[in-house]
């Protein structure tokens, strides 16, 4: 199985995300998308997808994903059997009102692209006004809140690295 995990990230709760999985899936390299992304080919080049994003402003992705979204969006790039889960970082108190969305507009990118989103988890566990990661009554993946829960972060990388185990 090819793995690639790409990750925008500004204060490093995605990238602690993207470590784990590295570990738990043996990957070698984590793409920061800051330092590391050239274009569109090299997610191409993986049968497996794990991405994350750190959410800004009005539920905005990190800003470097923001080129690649749009062109895969206006290309109409074919990611048809390519899995993918997304990660990322939120506020649900400060900014509850679009906790995590980033993830959310990376899921509907990716899925509307051909893509088959694995990885999505119960919102049992979480408290926010409201997020486009919400999909079906669950998240579309992991959703990360050092700033208010910060104790819970290491319990639910660990699941939900189990859950995308079960999956693939």
């Not at 980033?102 to 988890?121: R, V």
Request: aromatic letters at 12%; proline letters at 2%; hydrophobic letters at 40%.
């Amino acid at each position: 199985m090819n793995i690639g995990i790409f990750c925008g990230t500004a204060g490093g709760t995605s990238l602690k995300v993207a470590d784990a999985l590295a570990e738990a899936f043996d990957v070698e390299e984590v793409i920061n998308m800051e330092e590391d992304f050239d274009d569109i080919d090299q997610l191409l080049e993986y049968d497996v997808l794990f991405l994350g994003s750190s959410t800004w402003g009005q539920g905005d992705v990190h800003h470097e994903w923001v080129d690649p979204l749009f062109e895969i969006d206006s290309d109409e790039i074919d990611f048809s059997g390519k899995k993918v889960a997304f990660f990322g970082a939120g506020d649900s108190v400060k900014h509850g009102e679009h906790f995590c969305s980033a993830i959310g507009k990376m899921y509907q990118t990716f899925s509307k692209a051909g893509a088959t989103p694995i990885g999505f988890i119960p919102k049992d566990d979480y408290s926010y006004e409201f997020s486009l990661a919400e999909i079906d009554d669950k998240l579309c993946g992991l959703a990360i809140d050092e700033h208010n829960e910060s104790d819970k972060t290491q319990t639910r990388i660990e699941n939900w690295i189990e859950t995308l185990k079960s999956e693939l």
